[in-house]
């Protein structure tokens, strides 16, 4: 009977081609990687501010979302009964987001500590249980790599869009 495999040339050149097709594999997957927590991270946001305004309109009082130090290291989101925009002993969490992996996120001045909504689904800034002046603002969700990213941009209305920024302006505020 005859011997039967592979010889060493045989198994050289399928060594090649799988090297090759790594080669050109990984670079793709972890740009591919990337993007997904880019997006998560977005959406986890995206999700929290809408949270916000849902609660308010619910409870027909004024919900904050505050950050905890930055918005990469994630947010609280609270009733604000005293209306300062902190979250003070006797107000109770709602929902924490937790600090996303692998993305930046950067605010600009409107939105740079707090996101707060009134009970008519507005987004106000704290002061007064029913007023205070519009808030309206910018969050960025960049990759901490270089890539696109994306925006949020809050409306006076209180809604949030979702916008796709190249690389060159995924970076902070000036």
């Known amino acids: ?95 924490e987001g937790t600090q996303p992996e692998g993305v930046k996120v950067y605010s600009n001045g409107p939105v740079r500590d707090y996101i707060s909504f009134i009970g008519t689904g507005e987004s106000r800034k704290v002061g007064r249980a029913n007023g205070g002046s519009f808030q309206a603002g910018t969050l960025r969700v960049c990759p901490e790599n270089e890539g696109d990213g994306f925006q949020l941009v809050l409306a006076r209305s209180g809604r949030m869009r979702i916008e796709s920024v190249s690389a060159d302006t995924c970076v902070a505020f000036n």
């Open 1 to 95: 009977m005859p011997a039967r495999g592979f010889t060493l040339f045989e198994l050289l050149v399928t060594l090649l081609i799988l090297v090759l097709l790594l080669t050109i594999g990984v670079p793709s997957l972890s740009h591919q990687i990337q993007n997904t927590r880019t997006q998560a991270a977005l959406q986890d946001l995206l999700q929290s501010v809408q949270h916000a305004r849902t609660l308010a309109v619910s409870q027909n009082q004024r919900a904050t979302l505050v950050h905890k130090g930055s918005w990469g290291d994630g947010w609280e989101l609270f009733i604000d009964a005293n209306n300062n925009g902190i979250r003070d002993g006797n107000e109770a969490l709602i929902f």
